[in-house]
């Protein structure tokens, strides 16, 4: 779900940023039954099996097709395998490989991608401080539209401030500190702030820093969708979808992608027009 692959909106998206990898599937031949050529053909395809394949902790499955379609420059399969390798998820942990990994999604145009390199090299703590290279990023990423790198590049030019609790959770995250971010965000959650209810349910569809559980991030996606959060509407969507962490519904996933669609959430947009174009999502 984002993505799949972790917690956060903009910014963190990891967990979930592979939820923004939910995109139609053109032919009718389902993703679940696709094999290589299929996904070279149509890279959304198999984007959204190996989507599939990572939310059912199949992470070997969606290696294999991330690695085909990171062949042919997808930033998507680039940035997610970069996930894979900073998380050591059923390979190493190696951070030098998802540095790599991540630079190479952000040449692709990979908006998580910038953003994660940003607040890595922000923190300092996984990766070097550097902050040129996190001022390039973070910059990379704001022009794209993220709000949270605009957040991040104001904090970074002014260091002496205080930050806010969602900030310091930002931070907590970029610093492999990830059950202390989970707590913040579970605090701000807790009090009505829709952003962190996302982060949250993000980080309980990936299983970084709390216990891996699809019904809780389907019950705190919910929330924060209907308090009017677009990543949640889409991640929401997704879930309702496929059916997983939550009961098959197309109907209603249709009308939480429209939501998110009409907040001008570029993946919902996407997958809109392509279900208006196809009418056919794989299952």
Known sequence: ?????????PGQRH???????FTLAGPALQAQDSQRGDWLRNPAMGNYKAYAEFKMARYAQAREVWETLAGIGNGDALFNLGILAEDGLDEPKNMAKAEALYASAAQAGNFKARYR?????????VLPRDVEKARLYLTMAAEGGDKDALATLAALEQPAGTPSRFRQAEWLGASARHAEAAAVYREL?????RQAQTRLAW???AGRGVVRDLDEAARRFEIAATAGDAEAQYALAVMLRTGKGHAQDRTQ??????????????????ALNADDNQDKLPN
């Open 203 to 205: 980080m309980h569809e």
């Open 253 to 270: 996933s249709r009308l939480w992608l429209q939501r998110a669609a009409g907040q001008h959430h570029p993946a919902a947009l996407a």
């Open 117 to 125: 390199l940003g607040m890595l090299y922000s923190a300092g703590v």
């Open 1 to 9: 779900m984002t993505s799949a692959v972790r917690g956060a909106g």
């Open 15 to 21: 967990a979930l940023c592979l939820a923004l990898l």
């Open 189 to 193: 959650a807790d009090a009505g702030d």
